[in-house]
T-cell receptor
Framework: DARVTQTPRHKVTEMGQEVTMRCQPI?????VFWYRQTMMQGLELLAY????????DSGMPKDRFSAEMPDATLATLKIQPSEPRDSAVYFC???????????FGPGTRLTVL | AQSVAQPEDQVNVAEGNPLTVKCTYS??????LFWYVQYPNRGLQFLLK??????LVKGSYGFEAEFNKSQTSFHLKKPSALVSDSALYFC???????????FGKGTMLLVSP
C-alpha cells in the first residue's frame, strides 16, 4: 500500500532553533507539494516541485523557510530560525503531473515555544 | 486566479439522514474539482473528483458530488449519513491551466447518533 511518509510526526522546539521536516513521496510520483495547516488560515500551499525542480514557492516566507528535493525519494522543508507563529501542521503531498489527485502524508505537527 | 468557497463552517446531521456539504468555485477555464476528507490527526484523503463527463460523480465511502456549471457549484452529498462520516471536508479546484490545487477553508461535518 503506497503512501507518503513524513518525519517527524511531532516536533517541539524553542524559538530560534532550526527545524527540518522530511517527506518521502510515493515511488514514481513526480510532483511534490508542501502545505501548512492552521486554524486561522486553513490549508496553505508553501511549495511545489515537479521532477525535483521548484516551480512555485510563492507561499513560503523566503527569509526563513527553504524547500529542497535532494533526490526523487526525499523532500525537505527547513525553517531557520523558527518562530512561535510557525506552529502548525505541515503536510507533504505527492502526485503525477498527468494525474490530478494529490496524496497526502500524515503531517508533522510543529510547536515552537 | 482560482478560488473555492465553502460557506458553512459546520454541518450537523442525524445519522441516517441525507447530508450535503456545499462548495462553490471560481476559475477562468474548465475546472477540475475535488473533495478530500480529513479525520482527526490525519492527512487529507481523496474522496472523489470531477474532470469531465457525467455531472454526478461517485466516490469513496458512498459519497457523491454534483457538478453544476451554471451555478459554479460542486456540492458533496451522501444519501444516509454515518457517525463515522464525522470529519473535516475540503473542496478543492484546479484550473486546467494551473498545476496546483486551491483548497477551501473546510467544513466540519458532525453526524449525531
Amino acid at each position: 500500500d503506497a503512501r507518503v511518509t513524513q518525519t517527524p510526526r511531532h516536533k517541539v522546539t524553542e524559538m530560534g532553533q532550526e527545524v527540518t521536516m522530511r517527506c518521502q513521496p510515493i515511488l514514481g510520483h513526480n510532483t511534490v507539494f508542501w502545505y501548512r495547516q492552521t486554524m486561522m488560515q486553513g490549508l496553505e500551499l508553501l511549495a511545489y516541485f515537479r521532477n525535483r525542480a521548484p516551480l512555485d514557492d510563492s507561499g513560503m516566507p523566503k527569509d526563513r523557510f527553504s524547500a529542497e528535493m535532494p533526490d526523487a525519494t526525499l523532500a525537505t522543508l527547513k525553517i531557520q530560525p523558527s518562530e512561535p507563529r510557525d506552529s502548525a501542521v505541515y503536510f507533504c503531498a505527492s502526485g503525477l503531473v498527468r494525474g490530478n489527485e494529490q496524496f497526502f502524508g500524515p503531517g508533522t505537527r510543529l510547536t515552537v515555544l | 486566479a482560482q478560488s473555492v468557497a465553502q460557506p458553512e463552517d459546520q454541518v450537523n446531521v442525524a445519522e441516517g439522514n441525507p447530508l450535503t456539504v456545499k462548495c462553490t468555485y471560481s476559475v477562468s477555464g474548465n475546472p477540475y474539482l475535488f473533495w478530500y476528507v480529513q479525520y482527526p490527526n490525519r492527512g487529507l484523503q481523496f474522496l472523489l473528483k470531477y474532470i469531465t463527463g457525467d455531472n454526478l460523480v461517485k466516490g469513496s465511502y458512498g459519497f457523491e458530488a454534483e457538478f453544476n456549471k451554471s451555478q459554479t457549484s460542486f456540492h458533496l452529498k451522501k444519501p444516509s449519513a454515518l457517525v463515522s462520516d464525522s470529519a473535516l471536508y475540503f473542496c478543492a479546484v484546479r484550473d486546467k491551466g494551473y498545476s496546483t490545487l486551491t483548497f477551501g477553508k473546510g467544513t466540519m461535518l458532525l453526524v449525531s447518533p
